[in-house]
């Protein structure tokens, strides 16, 4: 499976974006997926994630209200909708994939996840 999120760019605080997250390769519409970034000089942390049922959708408290975790099964790729950015959301953020067959843990930490798209930088100015 592979994963590559785009989508990224500069934007002022208060402004939105819309990161995608497209797999290819051995795909499912099955699978648990997830957003995390990664701000300069921090580690990474989790964002959102979905479950693999579309059913469950997870938020860390700095983004819940302002973000949306969603996927187009047709199109095999996952979106983060990103309003009111602040300047905190600036980081590098990383789309992942659990791809073990109904999928019920964690879904917060990195070694939830299988595998992992290459990163698309978010800058909010303000």
């Known amino acids: 499976v592979q994963l590559q999120a785009s989508g990224g760019g500069l934007v002022q605080a208060g402004g939105s974006l819309r990161l995608s997250c497209a797999a290819s390769g051995r795909t499912s519409n099955r699978y648990t997926m997830g957003w995390f970034r990664q701000a300069p000089g921090k580690e990474r942390e989790f964002v959102a994630a979905e479950s693999w049922s579309g059913l469950s959708t997870y938020y860390a408290d700095s983004v819940k209200g302002r973000f949306i975790i969603s996927r187009d099964n047709a199109k095999n790729t996952a979106y983060l909708q990103m309003n009111s950015l602040k300047p905190e959301d600036t980081g590098v953020y990383y789309c992942?994939?659990?791809?073990?067959?109904?999928?019920?843990?964690?879904?917060?930490?990195?070694?939830?996840?299988?595998?992992w798209g290459q990163g698309t930088q978010v800058t909010v100015s303000s």
């Open positions: 992942a994939a659990n791809i073990r067959r109904y999928y019920s843990g964690s879904v917060y930490h990195e070694g939830d996840y299988d595998y």
